[in-house]
């Protein structure tokens, strides 16, 4: 009958794990007296939170005491942050240094003021531009405006004009009376697109409006000339021909009725 | 001698100011008490005249009122700091739209006539802006002291921004669709006096449109 004792080569040896490895050596009349292993002793259990303070402690503890790698670690940490920083900063295309101003223009409603039905057959677009200047000197400053002005006068006929009978068909031909070339919008100018070219000093309304007046005339001057209107004429001739030809009219004969260019 | 140098610095200051260059007179002049003399020169530039074959059959009137303000900072790869003081501008601008049926590409091939039934399939309409203007009476703006007034130049990007965004919106004000009825409106009578009975004309369009396509169709003021 043998009892086992813990070896003195391995005397630390845990005393629960014995029954594990002896049941190969141990005689089969040996199961009479089995010995139950004593009970581990009660762990001492913390809290989570206390044990991660004392692991914090244990830290603190460490750099103070190592105080000269924890700088250096410190050092390395910002060094590295102010590199990454620094990489995200300069790879874009800004400059350095800018004043930067917001673009976009805050959402705001469109209103329909007004909407009407009209007849204008539009037969010559003249697409013009107009420097204006102005420049004033005073004792205070000199002030300088100067600004191209962008516009396009559209020359037709205005069928709201034409008489009831402006069409008579006689046989296979068109008898056409057509109220005379116009210019069709007396509003021509954008200023969307007017190009400021220089401005120095303080411009008021009134004295811009001026300046849109005077590219205004300045526009019709040139534009509205006997050679437009003849060239306008004879492109309403051509496409309403055309026009009648295609519902089976062989001849069309015109005459145009007097009108003011201007609408 | 203190007031021989004042005297010797006015009279250098008035000097100075006098030996600028002269200009020609403006009618400006004398909107002005301060002008003395006024440069203007009319020049024309280029005109460029295009044949066209267009019926414009409806017009809108568009108002809006422009709104921005201007939230600058110091910005760069560095900084980013919000500048002091507020630059807010509020700009009234009234657009004029025209919805057309552009006659260049009809032909025979448009019209069909079957006995006495006319059929007329029109081309896709279009709308163009004919005129913008700012209404610079009612313009307002509202500046610090620390920053600096709005530039024509300015002004005139805002405006083109305005003119952009009810461009985007075109689809919403039914232009096409009223540019499609005006253009019925317009031809029926025509056909009618060709002996046509009313009853018998059928104006047709090529397909119906959806806002994207529809916003194709216009054609933006003449870029130069």
Redesign the interface.
């Known amino acids: 009958m043998s009892h086992d004792q813990p070896s003195a080569a391995s005397p630390a040896t845990d005393h629960n794990q014995q029954p594990l490895a002896e049941p190969v050596s141990a005689p089969a009349d040996a199961d009479t007296r089995i010995d139950t292993p004593a009970p581990p002793p009660p762990k001492k259990r913390r809290g989570c939170w206390a044990g991660g303070f004392v692991l914090l402690w244990r830290l603190l503890a460490a750099a103070v005491r190592h105080w000269r790698v924890t700088l250096i670690l410190i050092s390395l940490l910002v060094v590295g942050f102010a590199a990454w920083w620094l990489t995200m900063?300069?790879s874009?295309d800004?400059?350095?240094?800018?004043?930067?101003?917001?673009e976009?223009?805050?959402e705001?409603?469109?209103?329909?003021?007004?909407?009407?039905?009209?007849?204008?057959?539009?037969?010559?677009?003249?697409?013009?531009?107009?420097?204006?200047?102005?420049?004033?000197?005073?004792?205070?400053g000199?002030r300088h405006?100067v600004?191209?002005f962008?516009?396009?006068l559209?020359i037709?006929i205005d069928?709201q004009r034409a008489t009831p009978?402006w069409?008579?068909?006689k046989g296979e031909t068109a008898v056409v009376r057509l109220p005379d070339v116009v210019l069709?919008?007396s509003?021509?100018?954008?200023?969307?697109?007017?190009?400021?070219f220089y401005?120095e000093g303080?411009?008021n309304?009134?004295?811009?409006?001026?300046?849109l007046d005077?590219a205004r005339q300045?526009m019709l001057k040139?534009?509205l000339n006997a050679q437009?209107l003849q060239?306008a004429r004879k492109?309403a001739e051509s496409?309403f021909r055309?026009?009648f030809?295609?519902?089976?009219y062989k001849d069309v004969v015109f005459t145009f009725e007097p009108q003011n260019p201007l609408p | 001698m203190k007031k021989l140098f004042l005297f010797s610095l006015l009279l250098l200051l008035w000097t100075s100011c006098q030996d600028r260059p002269t200009a020609l007179s403006s009618p400006d002049a004398a909107a002005t008490p301060t002008a003395t003399k006024t440069v203007d020169t009319l020049s024309a530039i280029v005109a460029q005249v295009r044949g066209r074959n267009r019926l414009h059959t409806t017009e809108f009137q568009i108002h809006k009122v422009v709104l921005y303000e201007d939230k600058a900072k110091l910005g760069g790869k560095l900084l980013d700091i919000d500048m002091p003081g507020h630059r807010k501008i509020a700009v009234p601008i009234d657009i004029t739209l025209k919805g057309y049926i552009d006659f260049k590409g009809f032909s025979a091939a448009n019209v069909k006539l079957i006995d006495s039934l006319a059929i007329l399939t029109l081309p896709d309409p279009g709308v163009t802006v004919t005129s913008l203007t700012v209404d610079r009476k009612h313009t307002r703006q509202y500046v610090s002291i620390a920053r600096a007034n709005f530039s024509d130049a300015e002004i005139t990007r805002l405006v083109r921004q305005g003119e952009d965004s009810v461009m985007r919106h075109i689809s919403r004000f039914g232009i096409v669709e009223a540019a499609r009825e005006s253009a019925a409106r317009t031809l029926v009578p025509l056909l009618c006096r060709m002996g046509f009975k009313e009853s018998n004309i059928i104006v047709r369009f090529r397909k119906d449109f959806n806002a994207d396509e529809i916003r194709r169709f216009v054609t933006p003021f003449k870029a130069h």
Request: net charge negative; glycine share 6%.
């Open positions: 900063r300069l874009d800004r400059p350095l240094f800018s004043v930067e101003h917001s976009a223009i805050a705001s409603p469109e209103e329909i003021r007004a909407m009407r039905d009209i007849g204008q057959w539009e037969f010559l677009s003249i697409d013009t531009e107009e420097l204006i200047e102005s420049h004033e000197r005073g004792l205070f000199d405006l600004r191209v962008r516009g396009t559209r037709g069928m009978d069409f008579t068909p069709l919008d509003a021509f100018i954008n200023e969307s697109r007017t190009v400021t401005e303080n411009w309304a009134a004295e811009k409006q001026k300046q005077r300045a040139r534009a437009n060239q492109q496409q055309y026009l030809n295609s519902f089976g």
